[in-house]
T-cell receptor
Framework: AQKITQTQPGMFVQEKEAVTLDCTYDTSDQSYGLFWYKQPSSGEMIFLIYQGSYDEQNATEGRYSLNFQKARKSANLVISASQLGDSAMYFCAMRENFGNEKLTFGTGTRLTIIP | SAVISQKPSRDICQRGTSLTIQCQVDSQVTMMFWYRQQPGQSLTLIATANQGSEATYESGFVIDKFPISRPNLTFSTLTVSNMSPEDSSIYLC????????????FGPGTRLTVT
């Protein structure tokens, strides 16, 4: 079974609109972390935001926020006021088992911002 | 945040040869990891680089093919041995400062093409 599922292979969004990228996860652990990364065409992986399973509030970092719904096992990334530079691949990832820091990645969503 | 450099940034290699990729971090980190991203795919963990001991490999990856060294807390190498065109990928080094830390960073990646 997929541990991280991103159901949107590609999305097109008008500049300045908000966009939500979906991510659902599957784990039996109580302690886990969820990450979002941005990968532009250059190939680098840019860390965007983190949500711990015990964090009571949704994480926010500038224009990025994470809509964490623990009971539904979803961790959607919300980008407000999208910009042309937001066009990239976006990956959701999960870290399970405290002490084992490896990340399991979803298949990614290619976001294209339209001027 | 940690600053991570990788060398080389890209290379084109012939089938049957080997390439060693270096990862240097500007601060001491507990954990270092090597990931592979095949064309159009997501990231897959190859191994965890352990300081002073043998790396821990994920299922499907073996030491003979991907030998890893980690002589200290700021440096690691990954060798891709006896290369074939299927090894054409982006190889990324990743670090986290400590277990359970909320941030995990990636190097800029090494884009490898095997002909």
């Amino acid at each position: 079974a997929q541990k991280i599922t991103q159901t949107q292979p590609g999305m097109f969004v008008q500049e300045k609109e908000a966009v939500t990228l979906d991510c659902t996860y599957d784990t039996s652990d109580q302690s886990y972390g969820l990450f979002w990364y941005k990968q532009p065409s250059s190939g680098e992986m840019i860390f965007l935001i983190y949500q711990g399973s015990y964090d009571e509030q949704n994480a926010t970092e500038g224009r990025y926020s994470l809509n964490f719904q623990k009971a539904r096992k979803s961790a959607n990334l919300v980008i407000s006021a999208s910009q042309l530079g937001d066009s990239a691949m976006y990956f959701c990832a999960m870290r399970e088992n405290f002490g084992n820091e490896k990340l399991t990645f979803g298949t990614g969503t290619r976001l294209t911002i339209i001027p | 945040s940690a600053v991570i450099s990788q060398k080389p940034s890209r290379d084109i290699c012939q089938r049957g040869t080997s390439l060693t990729i270096q990862c240097q971090v500007d601060s001491q980190v507990t954990m270092m990891f090597w990931y592979r991203q095949q064309p159009g795919q997501s990231l897959t963990l190859i191994a965890t680089a352990n300081q002073g001991s043998e790396a821990t490999y994920e299922s499907g990856f073996v030491i003979d093919k991907f030998p890893i060294s980690r002589p200290n807390l700021t440096f690691s190498t990954l060798t891709v041995s006896n290369m074939s065109p299927e090894d054409s990928s982006i190889y990324l080094c990743s670090v986290t400062a400590r277990a359970g830390f909320s941030e995990q960073y990636f190097g800029p990646g090494t884009r490898l093409t095997v002909t």
